[in-house]
């Protein structure tokens, strides 16, 4: 599945308005029918509970699978059609597209801590702070080992704190944990 917003997601991330959880938000601010449930399954402690967490979506009307959309609205369609003719056609076989999935098994490393560290930076600090993304895309770029990324990263999270609140900051402090790899244990 390839989630889309809905209108009514696009009204809840309009600013003034919070009916959902962080979590939550999330998720709507990522499905643009490009990201499969793989995408999204990082910001969980599970796959199942991120598949959970889109039904929920799609069941409340936030999210929509395009998918089943164009498939119930070519049945509809269909049904009508039928309706219309007096002599019923048979059903055309579906057409089947193969698809790749996204093959990201989540393992940790450097550099897709790297990499998400940018993305953060360009999201949060691009249009409000020119001079501290363009500081913090050097360091990355600079960046070789755990500590350094952990320097850098501490340094986004605290800015993010004062802009976007604690929560917002704990939230990504938790999946970059997930992502860098564990500490080297001298013997």
């Known amino acids: 599945m390839f989630p889309t917003k809905t209108d009514k997601a696009r009204d809840e991330l309009q600013g003034g308005q919070r009916t959902l959880s962080q979590r939550e938000r999330a998720l709507l601010l990522m499905a643009d029918g490009r990201r499969s449930l793989t995408d999204f399954s990082p910001l969980f402690t599970n796959r199942g509970e991120a598949e959970q967490a889109i039904q929920a979506l799609v069941q409340r009307g936030y999210l929509e699978d395009p998918a ?15 309706a219309a003719q007096p002599a019923p056609l048979p059903a055309a076989e579906p ?62 999270l605290t800015e993010i704190e004062k802009s976007a609140g604690a929560e917002r900051a704990e939230s990504l402090r938790e999946r970059i944990d997930k992502l860098l790899p564990p500490a080297e244990v001298v013997h």
Do not use: H, N
Not at 69 to 80: G, T, V, Y
Not at 100 to 128: P, Q, W, Y
């Open 68 to 82: 089943a959309a164009a498939a119930a609205a070519a049945q509809a369609a269909a049904q009508a059609a039928a």
């Open 95 to 156: 057409i089947r597209v193969a698809t790749s999935t996204d093959t990201f098994d989540g393992k940790r490393s450097l550099a897709t801590t790297r990499m998400f560290l940018f993305d953060i930076c360009e999201r949060m600090f691009v249009r409000r702070d020119p001079k501290f993304a363009l500081q913090m895309r050097d360091a990355l770029r600079e960046a070789r080992d755990r500590e350094a990324m952990l320097t850098i990263a501490a340094l986004m």
